[in-house]
């Protein structure tokens, strides 16, 4: 299929899938299942598609790279363990045995984010605080209060940490010091946000457009208008391409991924209507690959540009 000057292909499909993500140098994929025994993780070389691991687990639901070398499991308690439903084990697990390096239990976790060397882990909350913690000893490393807060992501070198509230601020602090935000600028709208791969720059969903926010001065500097299908739906999922040009979200329920301009600030087109909610989007390390995670499938699409 063509999107705008883009040649898009889907090349591969994983099924079944709970999730998944690029792990390592985002030259793997990390495939989350359940099967007739329980759950499993594989582990799936790009060059080629050959498995190279696997590893039974217990109860995952959602996946998230760590760094180049691990990866974080949200996994429900062990049975027995707890009656609390809406509390979730988060598991730090090495990529090459696929042990348990570090663990702790959230209480009715949102989105995450890993810091960029792998050593630290934002914990978001709908209806609460922000929590850091430290993926090699499971420790709470920082607390920051709030009523609710959606999309969480580091910037490129570590440095900075951004946070949306669903109040509508975003917040941005020192990822070594998360007191207090270093500023903070009102976007409103959705929940989710990304950070440029080479700039203190951040892209967020609002009701109407993706607002793209200068990280060093908390200033709104651009301003793209969003079609009506993210109007009708939350943008769940974005990702910038490794050189910055290329954006995809994806709406959380309505299965929509779509491509926007990021040199021309301008919307390119619709990728897919999968009327499946989906649990990611992801560019591997090159920008050949895009991953589109549902609940029920991996799918990686070759992208090129004309």
């Known amino acids: 299929m063509e999107i705008g000057r883009y040649k898009v292909d889907r090349i591969k499909r994983i099924e079944p899938s709970l999730g998944a993500t690029f792990v390592g140098k985002r030259d793997a994929l990390l495939v989350a299942r359940e099967t007739d ?58 990529l090459k045995d696929f042990h348990v ?35 090699g000893t499971g420790e709470m490393l920082s607390k920051y209060g709030s009523k609710g807060i959606g999309g969480v992501a580091y910037s490129h070198d570590g440095s900075l940490l951004a946070a949306k509230e669903f109040a509508g601020a975003l917040k941005i602090f020192d990822a070594g010091k998360l007191a207090q935000p270093l500023r903070s600028v009102a976007v409103g709208g959705e929940a989710q946000i990304t950070f440029h791969p080479d700039k203190p720059v951040v892209a967020a969903a609002a009701k109407n457009a993706i607002k793209i926010v200068d990280a060093s001065t908390a200033e709104v500097t651009l301003s793209i ?41 301008k919307f390119i087109g619709h990728m897919l209507e999968l009327d499946t909610p989906l649990s990611g989007v992801e560019f591997d390390a090159e920008g050949k690959f895009l991953l589109v995670a549902s609940y029920e499938a991996a799918e990686i699409y070759t992208i090129v540009s004309a």
């Open 37 to 94: 025994d329980g759950y499993e993780l594989e582990v799936i070389q790009l060059k080629g598609f050959k498995s190279v691991g696997r590893a039974p687990v217990e109860g995952v639901v959602a996946v998230t790279r760590v760094g180049e070398e691990a990866v974080l499991l949200k996994a429900r308690p062990e049975r027995g363990k707890t009656a609390n439903r809406d509390e979730r084990r988060m598991e730090v697990r090495s």
């Open 225 to 265: 208008k969003t079609t009506k299908k993210e109007s009708q739906g939350a943008i769940g999922h974005m990702a910038y391409s490794p050189d910055g040009t290329l954006l995809a979200t994806a709406i959380l329920n309505g299965g929509v991924v779509s491509f926007w301009d990021m040199d021309k600030a």
């Open 101 to 135: 390096s570090a663990s702790f239990v959230e209480d009715r976790p949102g989105y995450v984010a890993a810091h960029p060397d792998g050593t630290q882990i934002a914990v978001a909350h709908d209806f609460g605080p922000l929590h850091i913690w430290d993926t």
